[in-house]
């Protein structure tokens, strides 16, 4: 749904909290590629009636630029979830492009928020199927469901790791979210990042790395953000500023590869439509129909990133 938003970036998901006016302001002014204005886990439970006008004010009247906007609603356990999306979505306006749904843990849970908006696009007379959806695995029983998750609404558009949540739902020894054990001898969330990627694009969705809470660690960020970079993922959440420019930089292809990328393409045409050959050389390594389809995919990202094939 939401084909404004479906295939543009998300390197930097760029979180607010909804109940900070100041942040809200700040917000449009990070050259993040999304922007969530949150209305959950970063909002006390005080705050959350009253963070809803905060956060339709600032969809309304803050210059977002063309990036990708979207509002975190409360969880389905909890008390909030239609009261956040009757209020936001009712009255936010057009240039709210989607709904993030927290600790998913059903494919039910997906398809209640998708009759739910569609009720509320009716109501309010947003154009319908409008708004997209943005679902997070973060508890164990949504990791179990994450296929049926995944395939439970056409509005979905990306499919999220939640680390922080996640670790306390498997009871794991941490009290820091998303970041390495050193004790553990390998990737601790090796099979849950394969898992998720594997259920996103096997049903066409973006899939989104969560936070790195050592906000003030860039190296650790950028060292950290390659695992899920290196696996396919489309991007990461980043809580800073400075955390968006290290996300930004990551989920790019270099200049070099989006290059490379597009000489495998017109080397690979070359072969197959003039020499009527399935795999030639290219330089020292023989590439066929499958390089032609990794080509393809840098070509599409570093598009999304706005880079341009170097001239020559
Ligand atoms: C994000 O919501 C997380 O729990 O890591
Ligand atoms: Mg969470």
């Keep these: 749904m939401s ?25 449009p002014t990070v050259p ?68 993030m749904l927290p600790k998913v843990q059903s494919a039910a849970e997906v398809v209640a928020l998708d009759l739910l908006l569609s009720q509320v696009e009716k109501r309010s007379g947003l154009p319908l199927n409008h708004i997209g959806i943005e679902a997070q695995i973060e508890t164990t029983r949504g990791l179990i469901n994450v296929d049926e998750i995944c395939a439970a609404s056409p509005r979905l558009e990306t499919i999220i790791f939640g680390p922080a949540d996640f670790a306390a739902s ?22 849950v990042f394969s898992r998720i990627l594997m259920a996103g694009r096997a049903n066409g969705l973006q ?33 800073t500023p400075d955390q968006v420019t290290v996300c930004n930089e990551v989920y790019s292809p270099t200049q070099e590869q989006f290059d490379r990328a597009w000489d495998i393409l017109d080397a690979y045409d070359k072969a197959t439509q003039h020499e009527r050959k399935g795999a030639v050389m290219f330089g020292d390594e023989m590439i066929d129909e499958a390089s032609r389809k990794m080509a393809n995919k840098f070509v599409a990202r570093g598009e999304r990133a706005g880079l341009r094939r170097s001239a020559g």
């Design 170 to 191: 498997m009871e794991m020894p941490v009290l820091t979210g998303g970041v390495q054990i050193p004790e553990y001898p390998g990737d601790h969330f090796n099979y």
């Design 207 to 239: 899939v989104i790395d969560g936070p790195y809470l050592k906000v003030k660690d860039m190296d650790g960020l950028r060292q950290f953000a390659q695992r899920t970079r290196i696996l396919g993922y489309d991007g990461k959440w980043a809580l």
């Design 32 to 99: 993040a590629d999304m922007s969530f204005l949150d209305l959950e886990d970063s909002v006390a439970p005080l705050e959350k009636e009253a963070a809803r006008a905060k956060v339709v004010e600032a969809v309304r009247k803050h210059p977002w630029d063309d990036r990708v906007l979207c509002v975190r609603v409360n969880a389905w356990d909890s008390e909030w979830t239609y009261g956040d999306v009757i209020e936001v979505v009712g009255e936010a306006g057009e240039r709210l492009d989607e709904v």
């Design 3 to 27: 084909e404004r938003s479906r295939a543009l970036p998300r390197r930097s998901c760029f979180s607010t909290p909804g109940s900070n006016e100041r942040f809200l302001e700040k917000a």
